[in-house]
């Protein structure tokens, strides 16, 4: 069981000098309690991942990070006012060393939001993003609260 509300604040926290170094506004709006049997380490890596392409694309801008839960699932959502994206970008960002069109100017190799797929399909969750060119981008997780009691070893492994 993890605390899903107190990771959150931790690890936004944890980015609070590194926004403030790309001049950008980190704001919060987290439901407490929420509280949810996952992979805490694997949650801190696709928020740090979220966190970092935020700051990367959205420099100079607020980032909004905010997380709720509803009966059965939560929703972790990371904003960014970046140049956001185009529809063939969206389509192809989460592929292994894929980058937006034009991004490469900023690093990275291109896959950090593979790797946060592949997280949360293994959590049995789904991401995904809204963006327009100009408007910046919103990645949106959703995660069950429980993972299925009935999932074995084995399924959950070839789930990765």
Do not use: H
Request: include cysteine; charged fraction near 30%; hydrophobic fraction near 45%.
């Amino acid at each position: 069981a993890t605390d899903v509300s107190a990771l959150v604040r931790e690890t936004v926290e944890a980015y609070a000098p590194l926004a403030a170094r790309a001049g950008c506004a980190l704001r919060l709006d987290v439901r407490d309690g929420v509280a949810a049997t996952l992979d805490r380490l694997a949650v801190e890596q696709v928020l740090d991942n979220l966190l970092s392409n935020a700051l990367r694309f959205g420099a100079g801008k607020p980032i909004d990070v905010s997380l709720a839960a509803g009966a059965d699932d939560l929703t972790l959502a990371v904003r960014d006012r970046g140049a956001g994206l185009s529809d063939a970008d969206r389509a192809r960002i989460f592929g292994r060393f894929e980058q937006a069109v034009g991004q490469r100017r900023n690093g990275g190799f291109g896959i950090g939001l593979w790797l946060v797929r592949r997280l949360v399909d293994a959590m049995r969750g789904g991401i995904a993003v809204e963006s327009r060119p100009g408007e910046g981008a919103t990645f949106v997780v959703r995660l069950p609260l429980r993972m299925d009691e009935g999932a074995t070893a084995a399924e959950e492994e070839g789930r990765t």
